[in-house]
C-alpha cells in the first residue's frame, strides 16, 4: 500500500464494481487518487479525481493524465481494474447451423481486458520512470489457463499475464514493478451477472476454502503487492483453492 | 562523468567501448530500452528532463560527452 505522500494511486476501469472499490479503499486510506473510465454511471465518486477517457486512445489517457497529475508529482500505482467477463463459445450450434465466435465481441473483449490495460500502463509507465518508480498491478483470472466458452476472455487474461512478465523484465531495471492478480471466482454483481447460480454453487463446492472471494480479499492482495518491493513479474493466484 | 563509463553503467558491461565517433546504435548490445536507461541516468546527473531536441541528438558517444560537459 503505498503511503498517501508517496505519490498518486490511478485507477482504470474506475467506474466498474471492482474499480469503484478500490477507488474509496485508497481514498479512505488518504491517497489522492485519478479514477479513470469511459463512463461513471453509477453514483459519482467521492474525494478523489474523475476523468471520463476513452481507455483506448493513448492521447486521451496521456492528456487526462497531464490534466489531473502535475508533471513533477509521482505516480506510485496504477492500479488496472479495467475489464469485462464475456462468456461466448468458439463454436456453438444455432438451429441447424454452427456459429463461430463473433469477431466483433472477440475485438471488444480484446480491448476491454487487454489493450485498455497496456494503453494506461504504458502512459504511466512513462510517468513513473522520470519520477522515482512506481508499482503497476493488473487483472488476470484463472481462465488465463483455458477456459470453455470464454475463448476472448480467456485469450485477453493470458495476453495480460504476458504482458504483465513483459513490463517486469523492461521496467524493473527503470523501478517501475509490474504484477497481477489472477482471480478466481470474487462476489460481486459483474460475477453473479456472467455466472449463473447453480454454476456458481458448483464452483463454490470444488473451493476447497468453500465460499467465493470477497472484495476484501483482492484489496488484500492488491495492498501486498504494491507494497512488496521484492515482486515483480508476480502472478498471483487468488482463487481459493478451486484450481488445486 | 565521462560518456564511455556512464554506456558501460547503461549497458551494464565491462567490455571496452568503442570511440566517440560510433553511433550509440552501433555498440554491441545497445537497443532502444539501453536508450531509455541512458536517457533517465543522464537526467539525474545534469539533474533536468531532457527535451526531445536534447535526446534527439544523442546519436553518438560524443554526443552523451558533450551534453555530460554542458551540464
Known amino acids: 500500500m ?41 453514483a459519482p465518486l467521492t ?33 488496472n481494474a479495467a475489464g469485462l467477463i ?23 473483449v480484446i480491448d476491454a481486458n487487454l489493450t485498455a490495460p497496456f494503453v494506461a500502463a504504458t502512459q504511466v509507465a512513462a510517468r513513473m520512470v522520470r519520477r522515482g518508480g512506481g508499482s503497476i498491478i493488473n487483472f488476470s483470472s484463472i481462465a488465463s489457463d483455458g477456459n470453455a466458452g470464454q475463448a476472448a476472455y ?40 456472467a455466472v449463473a447460480d447453480e454454476r456458481l454453487q458448483t464452483y463454490v463446492q470444488k473451493t476447497s476454502l468453500g465460499r467465493l472471494g470477497h472484495m476484501d480479499d483482492v484489496i488484500n492482495a492488491v495492498e501486498f503487492l504494491a507494497a512488496n518491493t521484492f515482486a515483480n513479474g508476480t502472478i498471483l493466484k487468488l482463487d481459493g483453492g478451486l484450481r488445486l | ?3 564511455r563509463e556512464l554506456i558501460a553503467e547503461v549497458l551494464r558491461t565491462n567490455v571496452s567501448i568503442p570511440p566517440d565517433n560510433i553511433l550509440l546504435a552501433q555498440i554491441e548490445g545497445w537497443d532502444s530500452l539501453k536508450g531509455v536507461r541512458l536517457v533517465l541516468r543522464l537526467e539525474e546527473i545534469v539533474g ?24
Open chain 1, 47 to 79: 474525494g478523489v479525481t474523475a476523468r471520463a477517457v476513452d481507455l483506448l486512445v493513448e492521447a486521451d489517457v496521456r492528456q487526462a493524465l497531464a490534466d489531473a497529475i502535475a508533471a513533477s508529482e509521482p505516480i506510485a500505482l496504477l492500479v
Open chain 1, 2 to 42: 503505498p503511503a498517501p505522500d508517496n505519490g498518486w494511486v490511478v485507477v482504470s476501469g474506475a467506474g466498474g464494481a471492482l474499480g469503484r472499490t478500490l477507488v474509496s479503499h485508497f481514498a479512505a486510506q488518504g491517497s489522492r487518487v485519478l479514477a479513470l473510465d469511459r463512463t461513471f454511471e453509477a
Open chain 2, 1 to 3: 562523468m565521462h560518456a
Open chain 1, 154 to 193: 480467456a485469450a485477453a487474461k493470458a495476453g495480460i499475464e504476458g504482458l504483465t512478465r513483459t513490463m517486469a523484465i523492461e521496467l524493473g531495471p527503470l523501478g517501475v514493478r509490474v504484477n497481477a492478480l489472477a482471480l478466481g471466482f470474487i462476489d460481486v454483481a459483474t460475477t453473479r451477472h
Open chain 2, 48 to 71: 533536468r528532463e531532457l527535451s526531445e531536441d536534447d535526446i534527439e541528438k544523442l546519436q553518438s558517444v560524443e554526443d552523451v560527452d558533450q551534453l555530460l560537459k554542458a551540464a
Open chain 1, 86 to 108: 464475456w462468456n461466448e463459445p468458439v463454436l456453438a450450434l444455432r438451429g441447424a447451423k454452427f456459429a463461430t465466435h463473433g469477431l466483433e465481441s472477440w475485438r471488444n
